[in-house]
């Protein structure tokens, strides 16, 4: 599947025990229809875990990485809905991740998606950014 724009936002999390039901209910008919409302947000989609992992990944493809800090997204971010105020503290262990687009291919939009976390080893976090390579 090839990504839309050039930026995307990613996260992983669990949601409460008992949440389940009303988290899925708030995300697919508010939340993700507000997100891909701002300006920039191009296509979003929520992935459940089959195995290992946290149950829910959620990615929402941008025009750029700018986007995830123009004063739209932002305005949204810190002015939450009810539901939303009411929703999040049963969202768990949540990691985000804002990622620059470097290639994307693929046809089809797909149901699927594998999912690989890195982190830079210890020490070596700026020359990771720096896209340098370990001498």
Not at 7 to 13: D, N, V
Request: hydrophobic residues 35%.
């Amino acid at each position: 599947m090839t990504l839309l724009g050039k930026g995307a936002f990613t996260a992983w999390h669990v949601i409460a025990e008992g949440r389940g039901a009303d988290y899925d209910r708030w995300h697919s008919h508010e939340h993700m229809l507000e997100r891909v409302g701002i300006p920039g947000f191009l296509r979003g989609r929520r992935y459940v875990a089959i195995g290992g992992g946290p149950r829910y990944h959620v990615v929402y493809e941008v025009a750029d990485v700018g986007v995830l800090t123009s004063p739209a997204y932002l305005e949204r971010l810190n002015d939450p809905t009810p539901w939303t105020s009411e929703i999040m503290p049963a969202v768990r262990n949540m990691n985000r991740t804002l990622c620059r687009v470097e290639a994307s291919f693929g046809c089809g939009i797909g149901h699927a998606a594998l999912t690989v976390r890195l982190s830079p080893q210890a020490g070596r976090e700026e020359s990771s950014r720096a896209g340098s390579r370990p001498s």
